[in-house]
């Protein structure tokens, strides 16, 4: 069983930063792949950024591609995205997740965080 829990969102103006973390806890997500969602209200959740379990490999949505990074600590449990160059229509929920297994993209996921919100101000 693994446990995620988010945190770092908060409200910034159009242009700053952000550093979302998503904590594991439970059991060891160093062979599961990472990723991260978002759901604006009224939308669908889409996937906005996903990391292998060994790092070799990224996926970036085109919307947030050369903006926001990924990254892993495997030996913290912790998976991060940094976004930068924060646009109003990134508003949304965050949400991380983790998909157990070695297959490349993830098709599923098998553990869900609760989320943490991110406003971004015009």
């Known amino acids: 069983q693994v446990q995620l829990v988010e945190s770092g969102g908060g409200l910034v103006q159009a242009g700053g930063s952000l550093r979302l973390s998503c904590a594991a806890s439970?059991?060891?997500?160093?062979?599961?792949?990472m990723g991260w969602f978002r759901q604006a209200p009224g939308n669908e959740r889409e996937p906005v950024a996903a990391i292998r379990w060994s790092g070799a490999n990224t996926y970036y949505a085109t919307s947030v591609r050369g903006r926001f990074t990924i990254s892993r600590d495997n030996a913290k449990n912790t998976v991060y995205l940094q976004m930068n160059s924060l646009k109003p229509e990134d508003t949304a929920v965050y949400y991380c997740?983790?998909?157990?297994?070695?297959?490349?993209?993830?098709?599923?996921?098998?553990?869900w965080g609760q989320g943490t919100q991110v406003t971004v101000s015009s």
């Open positions: 997740a983790a998909s157990y297994g070695d297959g490349w993209p993830p098709h599923r996921y098998d553990y």
């Open positions: 439970g059991r060891s997500v160093s062979r599961y792949a």
